[in-house]
C-alpha cells in the first residue's frame, strides 16, 4: 500500500458559503488535506494567501471584485498547486495556461474529486522528491532515468501520458513513472501512428483504446477524458 503523502495545506476560496461547505465535506475525506482557511471574499483570500502560503489553493472562478483566473495570475508563482471549482467549462482553457492542476465542474461529484485528489497526490509526492526523473526517447522504447537507476520501457506497454505542469506520468499496467519532461515534448518525440493526444492533459497509445465514446476512452486499467477540440481527430480512428 503506497505511504500517505506529507500533509498538504491548503485554502479554498468562493463567494458562495454553501460551496465552500459541501467542499470541506469533502475534503474531510482526506486527512493529508489540512484546511487552513475559507473565504468567500476573494480579496480577503488573496490577503490570506500573503501569509498563509499554502501548498494548494481551490478557487471559483465568477466572483466580485476579482475572478479565481485574477487571482491566480496574482499569486502563481507562490502557490505550487491550484484547483479550480467552476460552473463554468468556458474557462478551462485559462486554467489549463495558467498551469492549473485541475479544473472540477459544479456540482462537485464524489468520484470526480476523489480523481482530482489523486492528482494532487501524486503531484505533491513528485514534487518532493529529491532528484528529478530525466526520460530519453528511443526508437522503440524510452529509459527513464532515476538518480542513479535506469527504466528501460517499452513503449508498446505504456497505456496512457497525464500531464502535470512540467511533468508526465506514465502509466502502464505494473507501475506508474514520473518524468521531468513536458506532454508536448513526449508527443514530438513519440510516433504518432502510435500514440494520440486526446485531451490538454492526456495521451493515448492506440493500441490501448478499447472503446470510444462521445466525452472518453476506454483503456486497459483506464477511462480517459477526450477534449472539446481532440474529438474530430479522434471520430476518424477505426477501431
Keep these: 500500500m503506497t505511504p500517505p503523502p506529507s500533509r498538504i495545506r491548503f485554502i479554498a476560496i468562493d463567494d458562495n458559503p454553501l460551496d465552500l461547505l459541501f467542499l470541506e465535506e469533502m475534503v474531510s475525506a482526506y486527512p493529508f488535506l489540512e484546511n487552513c482557511g475559507t473565504f468567500t471574499n476573494p480579496l480577503e483570500g488573496y490577503e490570506a494567501q500573503q501569509y498563509i502560503r499554502p501548498d494548494l489553493v481551490f478557487l471559483d472562478i465568477e466572483m466580485p471584485a476579482f475572478t479565481g483566473i485574477e487571482l491566480l495570475r496574482k499569486f502563481r508563482e507562490e502557490v505550487p498547486m491550484a484547483v479550480f471549482i ?16 485541475d479544473y472540477v465542474l459544479k456540482p462537485i461529484m464524489e468520484n470526480r474529486f476523489a480523481a482530482t485528489v489523486a492528482r494532487i497526490r501524486d503531484f505533491w509526492e513528485m514534487r518532493q522528491k529529491s532528484h528529478a526523473y530525466e526520460v530519453l526517447f528511443e526508437q522503440d522504447t524510452l529509459t527513464i ?9 517499452a513503449q508498446r506497454d505504456i497505456i496512457y501520458l497525464e500531464a502535470m505542469q512540467d511533468y508526465t506520468k506514465i502509466v502502464t499496467p505494473g507501475k506508474n513513472y514520473m518524468t521531468l519532461s513536458t506532454l508536448s515534448c513526449f508527443m514530438e518525440q513519440l510516433p504518432s501512428d502510435r500514440f494520440l493526444r486526446v485531451h490538454r492533459s492526456y495521451a493515448v497509445s492506440l493500441g490501448q483504446i478499447r472503446e470510444l465514446r462521445h466525452s472518453e476512452l ?16 479522434l471520430s476518424k480512428l477505426k477501431l
Design 86 to 101: 467552476t460552473s463554468h467549462p468556458d474557462f478551462a482553457l485559462e486554467g489549463f495556461e495558467l498551469s492549473a492542476l
Design 145 to 153: 532515468k532515476e538518480g542513479h537507476n535506469q527504466v528501460k520501457l
Design 218 to 233: 476506454v483503456c486497459d486499467r483506464a477511462i480517459i477524458p477526450i477534449g472539446k477540440t481532440y474529438r474530430s481527430a
